[in-house]
């Protein structure tokens, strides 16, 4: 399954994106010949490169992450790169000239999709002048891939939007949250979906809670400036784990269509409770990571990163109950956490069932465990599922055991990375792994509450040591139901 010949043009070609992801994404695209005979990709970027440098620079990103690269010359030879000035429309006709070229000797049909890998505060503004510089003057498609963050809150993110959708409808824009790209973040669809045993009891019947922890190792490595103004609830919460969310929650489609499907997460954005001022507290915790160590590392605290106010109030860690205020989920909590130096780096989503109705095994001090259902998003992917079986023996003691499935032993090889599947969607024309307007407004409506009211309140802080599960009120938030934290590993 070829896709159809097209003009990738990569804002940022120079950018760190670009060379750990986009770069070694195309060529597997490539080599798999799901990118058509017909491609170029132009790479934008300040530096005076060349073609020649930007080819050069592109097989290294390749041959970092994949050692026999095959046909890395014929690859390189369909990358062009122009030096640009983002602001100036000068630059935007001289790159016209070059895609119209580019469209002739490669036969592309003025397809085109213009992937913004820079930063954000230029959105907008490229966005404008591929406009009124002519760029999307083809007979083509003309599709723009935007990287995170999406605003800062709802009202630049309304601000930016308008600024796109001047120039591109909803179906051509592709929000990029790569979590979607993700292989077990695709199978929670299709997991719930397709087996019988699950979805019946999907709900608030037999679902006690849900828990789902993204735990990072690193601190804010050089990205201190950045954080400083984001923050775990802006970086990992509002995009990241809400749609996690919202796949796990949503009512079954009534087919596998983006609209379909995108309009399922949209009620269940809609259906989170909303916490507002003093009720927060209830609901969220805030921490940031103090000084601490690694198997005898030290490491430094965030105020003393680099680029970090020595008395921020910056979050590194966020945890939160969500209530989704609808039939299948009244009463059950969603337990979300995530932050940076943690004890170790995981995505992993666990559904604990309600325990049977009465225990007739409780002959000891031991309780019967609860069944739970875990996914593995990273680093493993895999579905494991706990339940309880007799002790063998003369005995009728019971033990947990557990039914794993490790994602990697039936592919034989790591699957593809989110952004590889992320590009070919895209080129493809579906939508659905991507990000749409009204679950950007929803999911920044949920979170602004809690961030304005953050920012208005100075935390206690720092509040849990580098490399540990975060601030203890996270599992008091837990505890107070009656539940807590399942181990991740
Ligand atoms: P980067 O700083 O490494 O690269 C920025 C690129 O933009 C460079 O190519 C630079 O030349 C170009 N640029 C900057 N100012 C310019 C100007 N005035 N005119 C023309 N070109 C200009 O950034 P990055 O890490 O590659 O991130 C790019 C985007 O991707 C950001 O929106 C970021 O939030 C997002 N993102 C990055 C990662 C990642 O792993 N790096 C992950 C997720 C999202």
Redesign the pocket.
């Known amino acids: 399954s070829e896709t159809p010949a097209s003009l990738i043009m990569i804002?940022?070609?120079?950018?760190?994106?670009?060379k750990?992801?986009l770069y070694p994404s195309l060529y597997h695209l490539f080599r798999k010949g799901k990118l058509a005979e017909h491609f170029a990709v132009v790479g934008?970027?300040?530096?005076p490169w060349t073609n020649e440098v930007l080819r050069e620079h592109v097989k290294d990103s390749v041959l970092s992450s994949i050692h026999d690269a095959e046909d890395i010359e014929k690859f390189i030879s369909h990358f062009y790169y122009q030096s640009?000035?983002?602001?100036d429309s000068q630059s935007y006709i001289q790159l016209k000239d070059l895609a119209n070229q580019l469209d002739q000797k490669y036969s592309l049909e003025g397809n085109r999709i213009f992937y913004l890998?820079?930063?954000?505060e230029?959105f907008g503004t490229i966005a404008e002048h591929l406009k009124i510089d002519g760029l999307t003057d083809t007979d083509g498609f003309h599709r723009l891939v935007i990287?995170?963050?999406f605003g800062h809150d709802l009202d630049s993110a309304i601000q930016l939007n308008k600024q796109i959708r001047n120039v591109f409808s909803e179906n051509d824009i592709y929000r990029i949250d790569?979590y979607l790209g993700k292989e077990m973040v695709q199978n929670i669809e299709v997991i719930r979906f397709a087996n019988a045993i699950f979805e019946p009891q999907w709900n608030n019947r037999f679902i006690s809670n849900i828990q789902i922890t993204s735990s990072e190792m690193l601190g804010v490595e050089e990205r201190g400036g950045y954080y400083e103004t984001s923050g775990a609830l802006r970086d990992m919460f509002q995009n990241h784990m809400l749609q996690m969310v919202a796949l796990l929650a949503m009512e079954p489609p009534i087919r596998l269509t983006p609209k379909e499907i995108r309009s399922e997460k949209v009620k269940v954005l809609s259906a989170l409770r909303s916490i507002e001022n003093e009720e927060i507290k209830d609901y969220f915790v805030r921490g940031q990571y103090g000084p601490g160590e690694d198997n005898g590392q030290q490491l430094l605290g965030y105020r003393e990163e680099m680029n970090v106010n020595p008395d921020s109030n910056t979050a590194t860690f966020v945890a939160g109950k969500l209530m989704i205020d609808n039939f299948r989920w009244a009463g059950v909590p969603f337990y979300i956490r995530t932050g940076k130096r943690m004890t170790e780096k995981s995505t992993k989503i666990i559904i604990q069932f309600k325990d049977v109705p009465m225990n007739l095994y409780y002959n000891s001090e031991k309780k019967l465990a609860p069944n739970l259902l875990v996914i593995h998003i990273q680093p493993e992917e895999g579905i494991t599922l706990h339940l309880n079986a007799k002790q063998s023996g003369q005995t009728m003691e019971t033990t947990p055991v557990k039914l794993n499935f490790a994602n990697n032993d039936v592919a034989g090889l790591n699957t593809p990375e989110a952004y590889e599947k992320l590009l070919f969607d895209c080129l493809r024309g579906d939508a659905t792994n991507f990000t749409h307007w009204d679950e950007v407004a929803l999911s920044w409506n949920f979170v602004d509450k809690i961030s304005n009211f953050w920012e208005n309140k100075k935390a206690e802080f720092p509040n849990y040591p580098a490399g540990s599960m975060g601030p203890e009120a996270a599992d008091q938030l837990l505890e107070k139901d009656g539940f807590s934290w399942w181990p991740v590993s």
């Open positions: 804002f940022g070609a120079t950018g760190d994106l670009a750990r992801k934008v970027a300040r530096r640009h000035d983002v602001t890998a820079m930063a954000p230029f990287e995170k963050p790569h």
